[in-house]
Nanobody, 124 residues
Framework: QVQLVESGGGMVQPGGSLRLSCAAS????????IGWFRQVPGKEREFVAS?????????YYADSVKGRFTISGDNAKNTVYLQMNGLKPKDTAVYYC????????????????WGQGTQVTVSS
C-alpha cells in the first residue's frame, strides 16, 4: 500500500511560484496514476493535474491551471512534483496528491490513496 506525503506549501504573493512535492513510500510512483487535487472549505475537491507513466510520463491539466502549472515525476526520488507559476488568489487551497494503481482521471473518487495535504495561500 503506497503512502503519500505532500510538502512545499506556503504563502506567496500573486504572480509568485511554489513547487509542491508528493513523496511516495511503499510503492513506486511510475506504477500508479498520480493526481493533484485542491480543496477550499465548503467546496468539493477539485482536479488540478495528473500524471501517468508508460515508458515516459504523460500529464493532464485542468483548464484553470493549464499553462501555469507543471506536473512531473522523478523515478529516482519516487516523487511527483507540481510546479506552480503565476499563482493567483483563487489558487488558494489545501493541495492533495492521490494515487491509484488502475485508473487516473479528474474524479477524486477513483483514487484510493491520499496524502494529508499542504496549504497554499496566495495573497498580497
Amino acid at each position: 500500500q503506497v503512502q503519500l506525503v505532500e510538502s512545499g506549501g506556503g504563502m506567496v504573493q500573486p504572480g509568485g511560484s511554489l513547487r509542491l512535492s508528493c513523496a511516495a513510500s511503499g510503492g513506486t510512483v511510475r506504477t500508479y496514476y498520480i493526481g493533484w487535487f485542491r480543496q477550499v472549505p465548503g467546496k468539493e475537491r477539485e482536479f488540478v493535474a495528473s500524471i501517468t507513466y508508460n515508458a515516459a510520463y504523460y500529464a493532464y491539466y485542468a483548464d484553470s491551471v493549464k499553462g501555469r502549472f507543471t506536473i512531473s515525476g522523478d523515478n529516482a526520488k519516487n516523487t511527483v512534483y507540481l510546479q506552480m507559476n503565476g499563482l493567483k488568489p483563487k489558487d488558494t487551497a489545501v493541495y492533495y496528491c492521490a494515487a491509484d494503481p488502475r485508473v487516473g482521471n479528474s474524479n477524486p473518487a477513483t483514487y484510493d490513496y491520499w496524502g494529508q495535504g499542504t496549504q497554499v495561500t496566495v495573497s498580497s
